[in-house]
């Protein structure tokens, strides 16, 4: 059986029936649940994915590889924080591999995403380099496909 | 020319399926939902598709054996093992088929004589009828009741046996009414099975879909081995109905006979398809398990909602059907079925439509997005609140 917690990911504007009944909770243990898990900070948010390209031609994102100096984990946890406190940085991830942390933000314009790099990100103490790429199309984020396919013909068959 | 005098009479007597009309007016409809066609929503995996177009890159089009792909039938050699107990050699025991369909239809051909009897209980997939008729059989429809859970029970059997009884059909998890046999089910119909010479004609399909219990096939029972002809395939339980995957199992002497039919008329089953088929079987599980966990959740949702609205609905373990009765609608299923397309814009089949005993049903298929599921309880519940109150004003 899916797991109240795999129903919600999947899709949280269900209501507290429509998950109890597959999850085969009552639906007051639904909403306990619930409320205990946003509690415990298990679920942080709730939030729609967008297709922007739909509704509004400017706004540009972009993945930043940056390079610190090497430090312990607390080094890296400091610079991390002091570049998620910025608004617009949608996400930080500390990574293995030939650079340190990725940086995801989104802004109106190029350059306005190119002058937070330079002004905001490379000054950082410890930030050795950056590296922006600027995301030109979306395909798929958190499972959901942004240009779906054709639809299907379902003909009639008797099955 | 007069056709109906030149065409075989027999197959002119089989009478078309009166639902398509249906879905020629959901066709029409802008914002029609369908719940009738039974097939999974989802798509075939995408390492099962890869493996169809990887083997058409390397270039293999060409005919396989009659039987199929050795690898293949070791393959499903292997996972009738793991899956569910069960013991066929590929060497001469499992013949790979176009769907399931074929497979039934093969098995029907290589066991009735003009005049045979078969045992098709029912509510049942349509096919089992028509196609002893074509093989010069006499269908003997078995009617299966709710309050049974729509199982075959060891009393009815005996009732329905005579000296001409040749084959039981036995249609589970089934299609349409989401029943099951379990163990001792199957035991009992063992027992009144043992020591006469019927084969069984086991249409397993949904022998992967099935929810709280495993599905137990009938040639696990003791004695039931060397009576049974075990049908299964790839569509419902990875998503591959397009595909045409079927496979069929049985003692060597019946399958040497059904190998020499499906020779003579298809060949082999298709190539591509049985590249990903190998696939599906190697790395599939976790697909097969991954599609029951949704349609369970879809199962659990649309039982419960059914109930809540007035529609007493039997708690279907397996396929992916639910059953419902409609009978305090005070319409036949036909009249439901219509009047539910034409004002709420959603197709479910009636249950008259799947054989005798289906009368006061109809099926919906939860093989279905979440959304539409939703919106289609939603109409539903619409639908019974105006028929009630019409209903109300009439008897004013």
Request: hydrophobic share 40%; glycine share 8%; aromatic share 8%.
């Amino acid at each position: 059986m899916n797991s109240l917690l795999e129903l919600l990911e999947q899709d949280c504007a269900q209501s507290p029936a429509q998950l109890a009944a597959q999850a085969g909770m009552a639906e007051e243990e639904v909403r306990a649940e619930v409320r205990a898990l946003e509690r415990k900070g298990v679920i942080l948010g709730y939030q729609a994915v967008v297709d922007w390209s739909k509704v509004r031609d400017e706004g540009v994102t972009a993945l930043i590889e940056v390079k610190v100096t090497p430090q312990d984990l607390a080094g890296y946890d400091r610079i991390a924080q002091r570049i998620y406190q910025y608004d617009e940085v949608e996400s930080v991830y500390l990574m293995s591999g030939t650079f340190d942390l990725t940086v995801i933000i989104s802004g109106r314009t190029l350059k306005e995403v190119a002058m937070f790099v330079s002004e905001r990100l490379a000054p950082l103490e410890g930030v050795t380099g950056t590296a922006t790429h600027f995301i030109l199309k979306k395909y798929k984020e958190n499972h959901l496909v942004f240009q779906p396919g054709e639809p299907e013909e379902r003909e009639f068959v008797f099955s | 020319m007069n056709y109906e005098h030149i065409l075989n009479q027999k197959i002119q007597g089989v009478k078309p399926s009166g639902i398509r009309k249906f879905f020629d007016l959901l066709e029409e409809m802008k914002d029609g939902i369908s719940l009738g066609i039974g097939e999974p929503d989802f798509v075939t995996p995408w390492h099962i598709r890869d493996a169809g177009i990887y083997s058409l890159e390397k270039g293999h089009t060409k005919y396989t054996s009659n039987a199929g792909m050795l690898r293949l039938r070791r393959e499903i050699e292997s996972y009738l093992e793991r899956r569910f107990d069960l013991h066929y050699d590929h060497k001469n025991q499992i013949l790979v088929t176009v769907g399931g369909s074929e497979a039934i239809d093969l098995a029907l051909r290589v066991l009735v004589e003009p005049g045979d009897e078969v045992i098709v209980p029912t509510p049942s997939f349509v096919c089992y009828g028509p196609l002893t008729e074509m093989a010069g059989g006499v269908p003997v429809y078995l009617e299966l009741k709710e309050e049974n859970q729509f199982r075959l029970t060891a009393e009815e059997l005996r009732a329905a046996i005579t000296p001409r009884t040749k084959v039981l059909v036995l249609p589970f998890p089934s299609n349409p009414t989401g029943g099951i046999m379990g163990r001792e089910d199957l035991e009992a119909i063992a027992e009144v099975l043992r020591g006469t010479d019927i084969m069984v004609v086991s249409d397993e399909i949904y022998a992967e879909l099935t929810y709280g219990q495993h599905h137990v096939s009938i040639a696990n029972i003791p004695d039931m081995y060397e009576r049974t002809i075990l049908v299964n395939g790839f569509s419902k339980s990875h998503a591959m109905t397009g595909w045409r995957m079927g496979y069929v199992c049985a003692p060597v002497p019946v399958i040497a006979q059904m190998t020499k039919l499906h020779q003579f008329g298809i060949m082999s089953a298709p190539t591509t398809s049985q590249y990903a088929a190998i696939e599906a079987m190697h790395n599939g599980d976790k697909d097969i398990e991954h599609m029951r966990e949704e349609y369970d959740s879809r199962r659990r949702y649309l039982v419960e909602n059914l109930n809540r609205i007035g529609l007493t609905c039997f708690e279907p373990r397996g396929a992916f059907y639910v059953f419902p009765c409609i009978r305090s609608t005070g319409l036949t299923s036909e009249e439901f079925c219509e009047r539910f397309l034409m004002e709420q814009r959603v197709a479910v089949i009636p249950g008259s439509a799947f054989g005798p005993g289906g009368e006061g049903f109809v099926r919906a298929c939860y093989a279905s997005s979440m959304q539409d599921l939703e919106e289609a309880v939603s109409r539903l519940e619409t639908f019974l609140v105006v028929l009630r109150r019409k209903q109300g004003r009439e008897e004013e």
